[in-house]
C-alpha cells in the first residue's frame, strides 16, 4: 500500500485549503482512512477519519472547520478546510487503517500505512 499527500501551502488565516491523499494496493477500498497532523515538537495528533461506509469523526479543534470525504472508485481522501487558525499549522499525514470492522479509530498505532506528509502553514 502506497499513500500520497498533496496540497499543503501557505495559506492566509481565515482561508481555505484541500488537501488530498491518493492510495494504491490491495484493499484500500476495505480500510479506514485518516488525517494527523504534527506540530512541531510534538506526536501526531487525530485530525479526521473516515471509514469505508461514509462514516467520518472528527477531533473537536476541527468541528465545523474541516470535512473529510472519500471517493471509493479513485481510492482518494480528502480534507476540506475552512477558516483555517495559525493553531493549523502543522504537518498533515494521510493514514490508512487496514481493520475493515468497527469504528474509526483516533490514535496512530492503529494506522498500518502513512503518508509522507504534507506542511500546511497558517499566517497572520
Known amino acids: 500500500v502506497q499513500l500520497q499527500a498533496s496540497g499543503g501551502g501557505l495559506v492566509q488565516a481565515g482561508g481555505s485549503l484541500t488537501l488530498s491523499c491518493a492510495a494504491s494496493?490491495?484493499?484500500?477500498?476495505?480500510?479506514?482512512m485518516a488525517w494527523f497532523r504534527r506540530f512541531p515538537g510534538k506526536e501526531r495528533e487525530f485530525v479526521a477519519g473516515?471509514?469505508?461506509?461514509?462514516?467520518?469523526g472528527y477531533d473537536d479543534s476541527v468541528k465545523g472547520r474541516f470535512t473529510i470525504s472519500r471517493d471509493l472508485d479513485k481510492n482518494t481522501v480528502d480534507l476540506q478546510m475552512t477558516s483555517l487558525k495559525r493553531d493549523d499549522t502543522a504537518v498533515y499525514y494521510c493514514?490508512?487503517?487496514?481493520?475493515?470492522?468497527?469504528?474509526?479509530?483516533?490514535?496512530?498505532?492503529?494506522?498500518?500505512?502513512w503518508g509522507q506528509g504534507t506542511l500546511v502553514t497558517v499566517s497572520s
Open positions: 493514514a490508512l487503517d487496514l481493520t475493515a470492522y468497527g469504528g474509526i479509530r483516533t490514535y496512530g498505532g492503529a494506522y498500518n500505512y
Open positions: 494496493g490491495r484493499a484500500v477500498g476495505l480500510s479506514k
Open positions: 473516515v471509514g469505508r461506509t461514509g462514516d467520518v
